[in-house]
């Protein structure tokens, strides 16, 4: 690994630090307030510290991620990234400081999957949707995982899941991540037997592609 991962993990370990640091202050402020209306002040600093610890853990969250990222794309005539386990570490700190990254979920489930580590990828793509019930591509994410595992055994679930992938109210972040949604969703579908579904995956696709998601992107 480049000299960017270790840099990475320091500075993920010295936003850690302050968090608590400030999650610290956030305690005080709620817990030392004596009664009365002093109280209800010490409720809303302690609120404020919240919500500013939501802030700096996002921003860690992505620091993190950003000086990661880079390095999935250089191992490709080479060691693969599902080889690079020393990444999984960061990944899994992505996600505790920011349960709604979802990227951080979909790359390792798919990292742990592919070295056979299955019972920890699907954990890891479980707790993605469990943070976020209404992402297309968490359930993109554990239909792939089921696939990977078994597509015989897992069907019926991997399917159950791609129903739902494509319910009324399911969100997806941009088009590149719902193009490559509809496509692992496509695959449930044909081998389910779901033609209908198979193809309203095809034409949807085709809409996406036609506003330029997916073009020139290579996935790892």
């Known amino acids: 690994m480049n000299a960017g991962a270790p840099k990475a993990i320091q500075l993920g370990l010295v ?3 302050l968090l608590a640091i400030i999650l610290g202050a956030q305690a005080l402020a709620v ?4 009664g009365g209306s002093t109280a209800s002040t010490g409720a809303v600093l302690g609120q404020t510290g919240f919500e500013y610890l939501g ?14 990222e880079p390095q999935f794309h250089e191992y490709g005539g080479g060691e693969t990234i599902d080889k690079r386990l020393e990444f999984l ?9 920011d349960p709604q990254f979802e990227q951080a979920y979909y790359v390792s ?13 699907l954990e890891v793509a479980r707790d993605g949707i ?12 554990y239909v792939q995982i089921l696939l990977i595992g078994d597509p015989v055994k897992n069907l019926p679930e991997a399917y159950a899941e791609a129903k739902s992938g494509i319910a009324p109210g399911i969100a997806w972040a941009n088009d590149d991540d719902k193009f490559e949604g509809y496509g692992i969703f496509q695959a449930v579908f044909r081998l389910a037997g779901d033609k209908a579904n198979a193809e309203k995956m095809t034409v949807e696709q085709q809409k996406l592609r ?11």
Do not use: D, H, Y
């Open 15 to 17: 936003c850690v630090a």
């Open 31 to 34: 817990f030392s307030a004596p």
């Open 55 to 68: 802030g700096l853990r996002k921003f860690a969250a992505a620091t993190l991620w950003n000086r990661l």
């Open 89 to 97: 570490p960061t990944m899994r700190l992505v996600q505790i400081l």
């Open 109 to 121: 489930a798919f990292m742990l999957a592919r070295i056979g580590r299955m019972p920890q990828a």
């Open 130 to 141: 469990k943070n976020n019930p209404t992402s297309g591509l968490m359930r993109a994410n």
């Open 210 to 220: 036609s506003r330029g998601a997916a073009l020139g992107i290579e996935r790892q």
